[in-house]
């Protein structure tokens, strides 16, 4: 079809006009036409791809129309080029988007450009493989220099260092060697990159170490000529030389060890003399009048030969044991027996590795190429010392940094408290042991005094304590602020403790919170920067080491008073069920039992199991109900004259409230932690544990026990383990340490441009300085909250205070609350409630849930108001919702058994399948 289509063009314009030439191009370019369809990968390609052609006679042009992307498509051909030299006929094709006309010598030019193009392609990739070759010998060479310590003190020399390192046969603990040593190793890797011919290694780059391009590919060349080019023999060199050196070091172990051996022999040999005549000579062998001076003279003989052998002096000898002389000569001369067959076995070791060395090359062969390796290596050495020199300086820039991110010194972070010496008085025991209201008398007695707590609910106490006794007292939380007029002392959490006040007594409650990895640097921080005359410290004994150590850091006086705890806490025998899977257990409860669970829904389950089992009504405590509801709920509970008697409860029961507590029951000893399920360590159990049994209420005496009889062999080994000693102190950097670290960044850092503040932290805990004393507490949350503060326009220290918001990272409603604040407040506009916040009536467990976070936003939003105030009315109208929701938390929990709960939730069948789980983890890690 392509033929006859092609005769008829030709026809048809021979028949039209005489002009012959013209008639044999057009003859030509349909010929082009049917060898470049023929080149089509299917016969039918012409006619299924919708190509059409038209001949203009007048014109004497071929329009041929292709598809989209179909002239690109069609492989070329060789014989495509024999065209006419001199043609004028035009050839042009259209695609469906593009319609383009093209000359003969067009299209001839066109694949000549292509042509060229694909020249171009090979001679990149010809480049490219030889710059792998290149970087691949580099390599190769950097690791030789590495491992070779000829090449080492040969860079030494460079800088004019005339120590050598040795090797592992030669004492090496030289630090300032080490120290080049290590910085030698770290510029390797970096030094063979430059010498590589790279594009992006300019001439410039490499001229700074005395080198030119041209000068490093000829010694990579020369490098190659050695036969490092073969990665075969490249490896057969490295194994060489590694044996050798292994060679050298056994034969010098060999070497001490027989020498050791013969010295031993030697001392053995006097040994048996001495035992043969002492023997010969005992007056055992032949008593006589003079026996006991004989024994008397051989034991002194015997000991001063003894003291002279071990190097220990005769009195201490005497008194080492009650042995006979004898007896001591034979056991000594067992033990060098003993020495010297371990010593032959190892040096037999020794000597079967000797044997059994694989020599991969030659002597004469490496030989050979270790001087050539040497010869062409250090014509390289000055290049290489001049490009550490110019790391140095960008490491002394490091340096300075690290300098300002020293930790190893917290102490000197506040100078005020340092300028008086003060007295630290720790107050440790056991819960319920009185030594809080020991430290709460003292600072009742002082002008002017200051209590830190861990919790809002404890700071509240305290305030309501001091204030009943007359005492003008403050309140501040990151929540809440009651100034009162003329006031002498302030109740504060241990985050918003004062310093730049002074102040006579301080108390600083549960110290042993200063190990916790999130909030323990508050403890610290308070501890070392609070202004008073007094500090007493108060909690577990485990704190006191620390706090020792603290206090003659500080340059303080340390006085520590121990305290027992008023009452017995005693395990019980049996647990509550009789089985794991026992259900209705708690039909068994009675007054002033607490029972500790650590789901909110196990929570709501168990208390209506108990009122719904029992005549008892139950309060309800955990961790994500407002402080204010939490003390309400515990003073129900104490309330004798009340109706609630029992107590259900989380973990936050642990601290900040005094329950009259007679019996507590774990629910579980096994909890989420929000990673992993993990069983409950000893610290934690004691601490709910001691909850139970209080001086002053009507169960002085605790009681302890589990409702699964699984859980009560790790309650009894939990309370009768003692806490270890806290050894560490959690600190983070204060807002001028990331301020100034934050501009030295911009100053020494190769970009100018803007860091933001999370890549600052992140920078300055990688860098940070720590001793043993210390540890930098997890800032997971400065990093996700300075990240979403990115591309707001503040100071980077006011970011930095607003990482400490109380804000819930792991809900979406939290971060929302957040950044809408802040981006009003930046804008200049007013920030407001928003309409989510406003309270709803509880009418499930989950409207419950969605009023405690009501409640937390509305905290956030009022802690943001302390730190960017903006508006006391939408101040005051927060304030207003926060009080409605507690009191819908409250009606919500007083009908706690209408409200609806899931009755698929089986709070017994759950601790069997989180058991279950746990013990599969604890087998799998086992196994890894």
Not at 342 to 371: G, H
Not at 407 to 429: M, N, Q, V
Not at 504 to 512: A, F, G, H, R, S
Not at 822 to 844: D, N
Request: neutral net charge; hydrophobic residues 35%; aromatic residues 8%.
């Amino acid at each position: 079809m392509i033929r006859r289509a092609a005769a008829n063009i030709s026809s048809r314009r021979l028949a039209s006009t005489p002009s012959v030439n013209r008639c044999l191009r057009v003859r030509e370019l349909s010929s082009l036409l049917h060898r470049r369809l023929l080149a089509s990968p299917s016969s039918t390609h012409y006619s299924s791809t919708g190509i059409s052609r038209h001949f203009n006679g007048t014109g004497g042009t071929l329009h041929i129309k292709y598809p989209l992307g179909y002239f690109s498509s069609i492989p070329h051909r060789e014989e495509d080029d024999e065209l006419d030299e001199d043609g004028g006929d035009d050839v042009s094709y259209s695609d469906s988007d593009i319609s383009t006309n093209y000359t003969i010598e067009q299209f001839t030019s066109l694949k000549v450009e292509r042509r060229k193009d694909h020249a171009r392609k090979q001679l990149l990739a010809e480049a490219r493989k030889e710059r792998a070759r290149r970087k691949i010998l580099a390599e190769e060479w950097m690791r030789l220099f590495a491992t070779s310590d000829e090449l080492f003190n040969a860079t030494l020399r460079e800088f004019n260092i005339t120590k050598e390192w040795g090797g592992s046969n030669s004492n090496n603990e030289d630090s300032v060697l080490n120290e080049y040593r290590q910085f030698y190793l770290d510029s390797l890797q970096s030094f063979g990159a430059l010498i590589v011919d790279d594009p992006e290694t300019s001439e410039e780059m490499i001229s700074l170490i005395g080198l030119t391009n041209e000068r490093a590919n000829q010694l990579i060349d020369a490098f190659s000529e050695g036969g490092f080019s073969d990665q075969a023999f490249a490896k057969k060199y490295r194994t060489m030389y590694s044996n050798i050196k292994r060679e050298a070091d056994l034969r010098y172990s060999l070497q001490r060890a027989n020498e050791a051996r013969s010295k031993v022999l030697h001392e053995l040999e006097e040994d048996l003399t001495l035992l043969t005549r002492v023997e010969e000579e005992s007056p055992l062998q032949r008593p006589g009048e003079n026996y006991s001076a004989e024994l008397d003279g051989i034991e002194s003989e015997i000991n001063a030969t003894l003291s002279q052998l071990m190097n220990i002096p005769e009195d201490k000898l005497e008194r080492r044991s009650t042995q006979t002389p004898i007896q001591q000569l034979r056991n000594k001369i067992q033990k060098k027996t003993r020495l010297v067959e371990s010593t032959n076995k190892r040096m037999n070791r020794i000597e079967k590795e000797l044997n059994e060395f694989q020599w991969p090359l030659s002597r004469d062969v490496y030989e050979k190429t270790n001087a050539f390796l040497m010869e062409i290596s250090l014509q390289v050495t000055p290049a290489l010392a001049i490009f550490i020199t110019n790391r140095h300086s960008d490491f002394e820039k490091y340096r300075q940094l690290e300098e300002h991110t020293d930790l190893t010194s917290p102490h000197e972070w506040y100078p005020h408290a340092r300028l008086d010496k003060r007295k630290i008085i720790f107050h440790a025991g056991p819960t319920n042991s009185g030594k809080t209201y020991s430290a709460l008398q003292r600072l009742k007695q002082a002008k002017k005094g200051m209590y830190l707590a861990p919790l809002r609910l404890l700071a509240a106490e305290c305030y309501e304590n001091l204030t009943s006794d007359g005492i003008y007292t403050d309140l501040i939380t990151g929540q809440e602020t009651r100034s009162v007029p003329f006031s002498t002392h302030r109740s504060s959490t241990v985050e918003l403790a004062c310093i730049d006040e002074d102040f006579d007594v301080v108390v600083i409650d549960e110290i042993q919170m200063i190990c916790d990895s999130f909030r323990g640097f508050a403890w610290t921080r308070a501890l070392m920067g609070v202004r008073c005359k007094e500090i007493h410290v108060c909690g577990g004994l485990e704190a006191k080491s620390i706090v020792a150590k603290i206090a003659q850091m500080c340059g303080d006086d340390f006085e520590m008073k121990t305290y027992t705890r008023f009452g017995e806490l005693r395990v019980l025998e049996n647990s509550l069920a009789a089985t794991s899977t026992s259900k209705g257990s708690y039909s068994n409860v009675q007054p002033g039992d607490c029972v500790v669970a650590f789901s909110r829904n196990d929570i709501f389950a168990i208390k209506r199991e108990i009122e719904q089992s029992t005549h008892f009504k139950c309060c309800v405590i955990y961790g994500a109900l407002p402080p204010a509801i939490r003390a309400e709920q515990a003073r129900r509970f104490n309330d004798p004259n009340s109706e609630y008697e029992v107590l259900v409860a989380s973990d936050a029961i642990g601290m900040g409230l005094n329950l009259s507590i007679k019996r507590i029951i774990f629910n579980s000893l096994f909890k989420n932690n929000g990673e992993s399920i993990v069983q409950l360590d000893h610290s934690l159990v004691k601490q709910i544990a001691g909850r139970a049994g209080r001086r002053n209420s009507p169960y002085p005496h605790g009681e302890v026990t589990t409702r699964d009889p699984f859980d009560m062999e790790h309650l009894r080994k939990c309370m009768s383990t003692e806490i270890e000693p806290i050894q560490k102190a959690g600190i983070i950097p204060t807002a001028n340490h990331i301020g100034l670290f934050d501009e030295l960044l911009k100053e020494y850092g190769a970009s100018k441009k803007e860091r933001s503040l999370h890549e600052t932290l992140r920078n300055f805990s990688e860098m940070a300085q720590l001793r043993g004393n210390f540890f930098l507490c997890r800032q997971k949350s400065f990093a996700n909250v300075s990240k979403w503060l990115k591309d707001v326009d503040m100071p980077s220290t006011v970011k930095f205070t607003l990482c400490m918001s109380p804000v819930n990272e792991s809900c979406p409603r939290s971060k929302r609350v957040l950044m809408r604040y802040v981006e009003m407040y930046v804008s200049g506009k007013t920030p407001g409630v928003h309409r989510s916040m406003r309270p709803r009536e509880a009418t499930s467990f989950h409207n419950l849930t969605e009023l405690c976070t009501v409640h937390h936003e509305l905290e956030l939003f009022l802690w943001l108001q302390s730190k960017l105030p903006t508006n006391a009315v939408e101040q005051a109208r927060a304030l207003a919702m926060k009080e409605d929701a507690i009191e819908k938390i409250n009606e919500g929990l007083s009908m706690a058994n209408k409200l609806k709960l899931s009755m698929k939730h089986d709070y017994v069948s759950k601790d069997v399948g989180v058991k279950k789980m746990w013990t599969k983890e604890m087998k799998a890690s086992k196994y890894s």
